[in-house]
């Protein structure tokens, strides 16, 4: 074999489109530009976007807001864990904090901020340690001699 013996796979080339040379070519007369316009002129270019009068792809999205557009993410809020004031006497002891909520079976073991809410009636006196606490719950812990401290997350 030889430079000279190597010729391109059957197939792999096509001869260029002739154009403008007579009817009998197929590609006469306007040479496939079609009738009048812009795109039948020398030097017509459409926008890389135009998309033959269909609305645009960059017209159809959405504009980009926020991150997108380099603003932070507002923080997001915190989530609680409710628990009951009722429900407070199904755990043993004096001291009530997270722990004793979870052994209790009151919280999931993955929880971590925890709500006291005042539906329901102390029957004795609790210290309780947690993340927050609503007015009505504290009124009914106080009043029944205990005591709430708030804890730090």
């Known amino acids: 074999m030889r430079l000279d013996d190597l010729?391109?796979?059957?197939?792999?080339t096509t001869s260029r489109k002739r154009l403008g040379r007579g009817k009998g070519s197929g590609h006469g007369k306007n040479a496939g530009r079609g009738h009048k316009g812009a795109?039948?002129?020398s030097g017509a270019t459409k926008n890389s976007a135009f998309e033959g009068g269909q609305m645009p792809l960059q017209r159809r999205l959405p504009r980009l807001r926020g991150e997108a557009r380099g603003q932070h993410t507002p923080a997001k809020p915190k989530v609680y864990n409710p628990v009951n004031v009722g429900e407070l006497a199904e755990v043993s002891?004096?001291?009530?904090g997270i722990e004793e909520l979870k052994a209790a079976g009151l919280v999931g073991k993955r929880d971590e901020r925890v709500k006291?809410?005042?539906?329901?009636?102390?029957?004795?006196?609790v210290a309780v340690r947690v993340h927050a606490v609503s007015g009505t719950a504290r009124e009914k812990i106080e009043s029944a001699g205990g005591s709430v401290e708030i804890l730090e997350q």
């Open 7 to 12: 010729t391109p796979a059957p197939g792999s």
């Open 39 to 41: 795109g039948s002129r």
């Open 93 to 96: 002891g004096d001291t009530i």
């Open 116 to 125: 006291i809410l005042g539906d329901g009636e102390v029957g004795k006196a």
